[in-house]
């Protein structure tokens, strides 16, 4: 029973790490510093002082929890709630995510950095 447990843990770390890809616009393969670039991006195009979208808010808290759980291991998942993605939602955002990744995933390395500085930089 513990086995099954820790199991089911391990699967909702991982949807939530692909949901927070997802919110992010990362891919798996995506260093840190993609990462945090693109967090800085976000939050400042969503801060609820700057972004006058009626959600602007939940956007944010997403953006912050999405970033929070990609970027550190010992981030409790436990209470974390999506604001943005209702939780029928959720495993949708998974498979197109998952689809989605296997487009890039016959692209090289290097080629994958070169689609990134392209978009980003």
């Given at each position: 029973?513990?086995?099954?447990f820790?199991f089911?843990?391990v699967?909702k ?18 260093p ?12 400042k195009?969503?801060?609820?002082d ?14 912050n929890?999405a970033y ?11 209470g ?8 029928n939602?959720?495993?949708?955002v998974?498979t ?9 995933k016959?692209?090289s390395?290097s080629?994958y950095y070169?689609?990134?500085?392209d978009k980003?930089f």
């Amino acid at each position: 029973m513990i086995y099954d447990f820790t199991f089911q843990k391990v699967k909702k770390r991982q949807e939530y790490e692909i949901i927070s890809r997802k919110i992010l616009g990362v891919d798996e393969k995506a260093p840190n510093w993609i990462i945090k670039d693109r967090y800085i991006k976000l939050s400042k195009k969503y801060h609820p002082d700057v972004s006058r979208m009626k959600n602007a808010e939940n956007v944010f808290k997403d953006i912050n929890t999405a970033y929070n759980i990609l970027t550190k291991d010992d981030f409790d998942i436990e209470g974390v709630e999506f604001l943005t993605i209702k939780e029928n939602e959720l495993e949708t955002v998974v498979t197109e995510y998952i689809k989605n990744n296997e487009k890039h995933k016959s692209k090289s390395d290097s080629e994958y950095y070169v689609w990134w500085q392209d978009k980003f930089f």
